[in-house]
């Protein structure tokens, strides 16, 4: 814990160190120094504090209603060979599309509250999880699988000790990847609909000409996507704790 | 106690079909030790999953005790060549998964689980993970699970294959141990001569695939004490790797 807190600190003096040093070289109004920025987060703590659990609650609600609703659905296509092959194909063709540009018809259909933003961002979840998860369980070594059916398993059964325990470290290895497209699609959500959210923050900022505040905005957004890193870790452990 | 009558079996996959077994018929009586031998491919594995009602007979018959059966059984035990651990479990959890799938209560599959941990040597061992084990304490975490549930029949997939020779008398000391005590009957399948011949009361030889008997040799000093170092253990050994090499191949380690 100690070892990782120092971590952090570490990774912060470097970074700010580098953009100190990127924002006197480049001397420029749209890049200010971190020494401007940092009292813009005090200065505008009231309105980011909000905005920032604004965003962290609609991507936390998106990535479990993506996972909830794909992680049952990949497990049951991986165990099944009938039904990978009605269903393989339409995953195929519907995964490779960008969900994004199902934004303006969200819009549309569900308002510009949070609905579209987390619809959104599950469409995103639910495929990444529903691929991983549904390779992952293809691949659970079948001596295992054999093994507890001989015990006595049922199907049922299998799923809860072989399949299951097998597909976590896979199903966290997917959330981590996509959680990253998760917070892009808020952004560009949040920056194009409604006036709350980082995105919003960050994007009001800019039309205001005020760079160091939309820098503030950044830092927030870096520190959305940390509080989901560790929430995936903490998981993690306590889910998959042989490795 | 177990029977296989003209048994044959095909694999349809995407390469065609492959016939593994053809007419393979033998029977193992109770309390017996059966060796299955034959050359990488003729069909040992699959007459095991075939025996532990894990696929089913495309032609022939397999009873076991006179009936018929459709799916796994509970009394036989099966111990697959990489032991089938899940390593997201504990030892002690791998060991005591079969009671608890079949709702065994809780505190007596507990005692029981430890009574059984400690006898097989694994006791400190309860709480790590199979993946921080030996090879040799795998295997009997293996042996560990299938013992737990009273098995009638036990059934084994070069149980001993992934270890080095020393632990794997040893091991072979501890199936026969566990055998005579609990007078199970076993059929195991192996590559290796002289574990055939130290564990097999009766030594059935497959031909290469598809896999059907080609000889029998009768051992009934298999499972006595200093077997090992007797001429007679050498005698067999030597008609096996003969038998074999006219059969077909062998490893003869
Ligand atoms: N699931 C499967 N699908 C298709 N073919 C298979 C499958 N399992 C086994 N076979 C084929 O059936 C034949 C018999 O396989 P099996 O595993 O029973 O042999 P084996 O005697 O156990 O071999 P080894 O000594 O190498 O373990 C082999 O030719 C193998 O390629
Ligand atoms: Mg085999």
């Known amino acids: ?243 | 106690m177990l029977s296989f009558g003209n048994v044959s079996k095909w694999y349809r996959g995407g390469a065609g079909e492959v016939q593994a077994l053809d007419g393979l018929s033998f029977t193992v009586e109770r309390e017996e030790s059966l060796v299955l031998i034959g050359p990488s491919g003729c069909g040992k594995s699959t007459a095991l999953l075939l025996a532990a009602g894990l696929l089913a007979p495309d032609a022939g018959s397999i009873l076991i005790e006179g009936r018929a059966h459709s799916g796994p059984r509970l009394g036989t035990g099966l111990i697959l060549q990489d032991y089938g651990l899940l390593p997201w479990k504990t030892v002690f959890e791998n060991a005591t998964l079969g009671l608890r799938i079949r709702r065994y209560p809780r505190a007596p599959r507990e005692a029981e689980t430890r009574v059984l941990l400690e006898q097989l040597g694994l006791a400190e061992f309860a709480q790590s993970y199979p993946g921080e084990l030996s090879g040799g304490m795998r295997q009997r975490l293996a042996l560990a699970r299938v013992l737990a549930l009273d098995v009638d029949l036990l059934l084994m997939d070069e149980p001993l294959s992934a270890l080095d020779l020393e632990l794997r008398e040893a091991l072979q000391d501890l199936l026969l141990t566990q055998w005579r005590s609990r007078g199970y009957a076993q059929l195991i399948v192996t590559h290796s001569i002289d574990e055939a011949v130290y564990l097999g009361q009766r030594i059935l030889v497959m031909g290469p695939r598809p896999g059907t008997l080609v000889a029998e040799l009768s051992n009934p000093l298999a499972g006595s004490s200093g077997y090992r170092s007797c001429p007679e253990f050498f005698a067999r050994a030597s008609q096996l790797r003969s038998l074999l090499l006219t059969t077909g191949d062998a490893d003869g380690a």
């Open chain 1, 1 to 243: 814990m100690a070892r990782k807190f120092l971590g952090y600190v570490l990774a912060l003096v470097v970074i700010l160190l580098c953009w100190h040093l990127l924002a006197l070289a480049l001397d420029s109004p749209a890049l200010p120094t971190p020494l401007e920025t940092v009292p813009m987060l005090v200065l505008y703590a009231g309105q980011l504090g909000p905005d920032f659990l604004i965003s962290l609650y609609r991507v936390v609600v998106a990535l479990l209603i993506g996972t909830a609703l794909a992680m049952p659905l990949g497990l049951a296509i991986g165990r099944s060979p009938r039904l990978d092959t009605v269903l393989g194909p339409m995953l195929y063709i519907l995964y490779p599309i960008p969900k994004i540009v199902f934004l303006p018809i969200l819009l549309v259909l569900l308002g510009i509250a949070d609905a579209p933003k987390i619809v959104l961002i599950a469409l995103t979840i639910f495929f990444q999880v529903l691929i991983t998860v549904r390779d992952a369980a293809k691949a659970v070594p079948e001596a295992a699988v054999l093994s507890v059916r001989s015990l006595g398993a049922s199907r049922l059964a299998v799923f809860q000790h072989v399949v299951i325990p097998a597909s976590l470290p896979e199903l966290f290895t997917a959330l981590r990847i996509s959680s990253g497209t998760a917070v892009a699609i808020l952004f560009f959500a949040e920056a194009i609909a409604g006036s709350t959210g980082l995105g919003a923050f960050i994007v009001d900022s800019w039309a205001l000409l005020n760079y160091p505040r939309m820098f503030a905005g950044i830092i927030a957004m870096a520190f959305l996507g940390v509080v989901l890193y560790e929430l995936f870790d903490i998981l993690e452990r306590r889910l998959a704790r042989w490795r």
